[in-house]
């Protein structure tokens, strides 16, 4: 079946860097995914990944996939207090035209 | 573009009462989703529906109804509002292809908080 899991919690202090883990059951993966959801609002994309990649940078976002191990990871460079969110997890299998599965999202505190 | 919208944005049901949910996209999506959202369980997919007419169940259907008339339209029903149904609902909608460039984007709208007595 599909599972998507994170941790729920993250606390980091300003200016450090942020790494947000996930992992994943299913193989057939073609599309891994991170969304950012600020109070009080829906979810946005941040940015993604395709299986066959290992790495994607976009300024101070780095994701790194291990398919090997089924583990994503989102880390954010210079953390600051506007980063503060949810930050969800998921995937997309085979041909793309099914939902997308969430982790149920790990929350992060940026201390000033 | 308004991207997606929904509405209304806030509600308080008495247990028992029945309400529609209204979710609108001016993107031309074929794909279109409710997802409830409750804390320490992420998002939870109700139900879908991948084009004019078509609806699918998704990992939490019971208690809800939904309508895809319109291919810009979606609606979520509560025929008979209980209590657990008390979340945050949001709506989000996507290509049915991978555009050159780009993955399977959902957009999310902002969400209805409803909240059930």
């Known amino acids: 079946g599909e599972d998507v899991e994170q941790s729920l919690f993250l606390s980091v202090r300003e200016g450090d860097s942020s790494v947000i883990n996930c992992t994943y059951t299913?193989?057939?993966?073609?599309?891994l995914y991170w969304y950012k959801q600020e109070p009080g609002a829906g979810l946005q994309l941040l940015t993604y990944?395709?299986?066959?990649?290992d790495m994607k940078q976009d300024q101070r976002l780095t994701v790194l996939l291990n398919k090997k191990d089924k583990h994503l990871s989102l880390r954010i460079a210079d953390t600051q207090t506007g980063d503060s969110a949810i930050y969800f997890c998921?995937?997309?299998?085979?041909?793309?035209?099914?939902?997308?599965?969430f982790g149920k999202g790990t929350r992060l505190s940026v201390i000033a | 573009n308004a991207g997606v919208t929904q509405t209304p944005k806030f509600r308080v049901l008495k247990t028992g009462q029945s309400m529609t949910l209204l979710c609108a996209q001016d993107?031309?999506?074929?794909?279109m989703y409710w997802y409830r959202q409750d804390p320490g369980m992420g998002l939870r997919l109700i139900h879908y529906?991948?084009?004019?007419?078509?609806?699918a169940k998704g990992e939490v259907p019971d208690g809800y109804n939904v309508s895809r008339l319109k291919k810009q339209n979606f609606l979520l029903g509560l025929e008979s509002a209980a209590p657990s149904q008390t979340s945050v609902y949001f709506c989000?909608?996507?290509?049915?292809?991978?555009?050159?460039?780009?993955?399977?984007?959902?957009?999310f709208g902002p969400g209805t908080r409803l909240t059930v007595t």
């Open positions: 989000a909608s996507s290509y049915s292809e991978r555009l050159p460039g780009l993955g399977y984007e959902q957009y």
């Open positions: 299913d193989s057939s993966s073609t599309y």
């Open positions: 990944i395709f299986s066959n990649m």
């Open positions: 998921a995937e997309i299998m085979n041909s793309g035209n099914t939902p997308l599965v």
């Open positions: 993107m031309n999506h074929e794909y």
């Open positions: 529906s991948v084009g004019e007419g078509t609806t």
